[in-house]
């Protein structure tokens, strides 16, 4: 029954972990509209000029702005209209000096152009000349060729997760296929003599598996690709042979432990036994969640969660899901501060331990413009605190609880 | 060129919208793996008790809570040990007054025993007897039968989007198919004579397609399932042709509008002809997005977006995200304000018209605890702009502009 702990704080085991990853993750070519929530591999460069041309923003005239100079409503400046810029064409001619072409919203300025008038500022005189009634300068109502991304230009940089304005971005740039991290698969697997297959009814003292589910949602949701190796036994045989398999088919292995002593030690003896180099954390400075184990087998990482599923998930949340969605975790306090980015006032007073990081699920509901946190509490085997609350809140390390009435940082779910 | 704009603000128009829509979603059963992010048509009720027994939370010895009463570690009481109760078995036999049997974490309570004390507050004096040093009232370290979720309760209600916990809550009660809406099937179209498929190299005054791929995205983002209906010439009659197959394929249809005028007056004449009840309105009261028409065609709803990538997506993300992902509308300000959680200190000052809801990309960075936010300005046609954003901020239609320092609502993406 005796383990030898090897406790390590959270920023520790997320430095533990990264220092296993390599450098260069291997990529996979998808077609653009299969990318979304995927991660570049590598940079993508504009090849071209977006747009190609100088493009008016505004449906007007087309003019040599020095034409403009001095115009008003009292002293217009009078231009001929020689020509129309049509939208999609490429304008057959130039605008000289004295002219104006008319020119419709996204067209492309005809040359001799500089700027575009907004047709509010101008008058029909006849079919051939507008009165304009107010200056414009050189640029003015146009965007230049390349304004939006040059040519040569980093349009994404390698690593980034592609978001709906970027599948617009890389069709700008006729990008239609990008290289990507391929999905990261992760095994899933419960462990404890008490579970049994939802399916199935529980005879007296049967539980129906809970992590292996909630698991399997939190995989899907943070971009992974989930697969379940069902319940087994505490026995270490049996663990052991499944877990090999689950290692070998997945880039990430999640054992969620049985509750009790007897079974986390079977479950921390094959993990500690899969491989080398092994385990490199048992234990995490964390509320809920500290008998967290991670080891590296090959390639490969390995967690074993807590049994609890509320435990389980907050693990999940700030061990597994940052390398599913980015490959990394936060790599400076600022970018971790966004990890928990809503501010609430917390409704009662909770204790912590200095030293020790505790996360607890909120309700978070607004009230006359300021928004409340109020902790869904309840014994820590209890499945129902979870689907309750809308969001996680903390308590950072170095501070010893919270008093009703302080603000915390929250991460809505 | 004349316009019968009916211009709402954008409450009017979610109103206007919830209006037409069926008071009850037709359903479809799915397989319980297969329904995360999907929204409930009917409320989850429990069939038994969870758990189904009265389950220790601890390592421990299973006691009559009488039987420690005034224990103290000078004065232990002592009690025979006359059984274990094993985890995933029925207890076979009882806890008799002076009896106690060891417990394992998650092991079901023998009967005649009604609480549990931890080990750490035990000693054991030799095989058949220990010593308790503290007293536990009953009920202690013991969730009982129901507490979780009682017969008959509801679990979930209907509408509910299930999230990974749900998964875990409705295997705790042996469901493993729910009844959910289907997928909300979008048709996209892109209208405009100087657009050209990403493929292919635009000739002198051509743009490559992006609204397609940007509302593709959102719309896979956002729950739905997108097909594509590639880019129509702003011509009458295709268009027509094109929007009726759209519609009938699908829930709800996009029209990103072409840019010019001209352009838009022939995508709303499509619009305002494509059916009844017809158009519901034609401009909303924000920026940017002004000229966002809804009409109901049928059962259909039918969206002219904007033809500039990033006042579509902003539009998009206000009035049809909101039914993708929730099938309706926040229906209260405390529900709205959700929409917007983040605070952030806005960077510079920004105008507004009163009246008007304006909204504006930032990009949000923390600096010593504070979250800052910067708005990423540049002229509406650019894509780049949307892309160096990590959030949205608004300004309400009650304030006429903010100013560098004051605090802003935010929704990160």
């Known amino acids: 029954m005796t383990e030898l702990f090897k406790v390590l704080t959270l920023a520790e085991a997320r430095a533990a972990i990264m220092s296993y990853l390599p450098a260069k993750e291997t990529g996979v070519k998808v077609p653009l509209l299969e990318s979304l929530g995927c991660r570049l591999t590598v940079a993508v460069q504009a090849v071209d000029d977006v747009p190609a041309f100088n493009r ?46 008319y020119i419709a919203t996204g067209a492309m300025l005809p040359p001799g152009a500089d700027a575009v008038v907004m047709v509010e500022y101008t008058e029909e005189l006849d079919s051939r000349t ?7 300068a050189p640029g003015e109502n146009v965007i230049r060729r390349g304004e939006d ?34 999905i990261t698969k992760v095994g899933i697997i419960s462990t404890g003599d008490e579970l049994i297959n939802p399916l199935e009814q529980p005879a007296p003292g049967e539980i129906r598996d809970i ?77 809920p969640g500290k008998p967290t184990a991670g080891a590296v087998i090959g390639s490969k990482l390995l967690f074993g969660l807590p049994g609890h599923p509320a435990s389980a998930l ?16 936060p790599a400076t306090e600022e970018e971790s501060a966004l ?51 809308n969001g996680l809140a903390h308590i950072p390390a170095g501070k010893e609880g919270v008093e009703a009435g302080e603000t915390v940082d929250v991460k809505l779910f």
């Open 56 to 101: 008016s923003t505004v449906d007007g005239y087309a003019v040599t702005a020095k034409d403009t100079y001095g115009a008003s409503e009292s002293i217009p400046s009078y231009l001929d209209v020689s020509g129309e810029a049509l939208i999609g064409r490429e304008p057959a001619g130039r605008v000289e000096p004295g002219q104006t072409w």
């Open 130 to 136: 507008i009165g304009i009634n107010r200056p414009v």
């Open 149 to 182: 991304i040059s040519a040569g230009e980093m349009a994404l940089p390698a690593g980034h997760r592609i978001r709906p304005q970027d599948l617009g971005l890389l069709s700008s740039i006729g990008v239609t296929e990008v290289e990507v991290t391929r």
């Open 211 to 287: 992590n292996s589910y909630i698991l399997y949602g939190a995989v899907s949701a943070s971009g992974g690709q989930p697969r379940l190796y069902g319940i087994v036994p505490d026995n270490y045989d049996q663990m052991r042979e499944v877990l090999a398999l689950a290692l070998e088919e997945n880039d990430i292995v999640l054992i969620s432990g049985g509750s009790s002593v007897g079974a986390r030690d079977v479950t921390f003896k094959v993990i500690n036994n899969a491989g080398k180099p092994g385990v490199i954390f048992h234990g995490i400075a964390v509320k």
């Open 314 to 329: 907050v693990i999940f949340d700030v061990l597994v899901a940052p390398l599913l969605r980015d490959g990394a975790y």
């Open 339 to 389: 990890e928990f980015p809503v501010k609430a006032i917390i409704t009662r007073n909770l204790h912590s331990a200095a030293g020790r990081r505790d996360f607890f699920r909120v309700k978070v509901s607004s009230k006359e413009g300021q928004l409340f946190a109020e902790p869904v509490l309840g014994k820590s085997g209890l499945i129902n605190t979870m689907t309750k609350a």
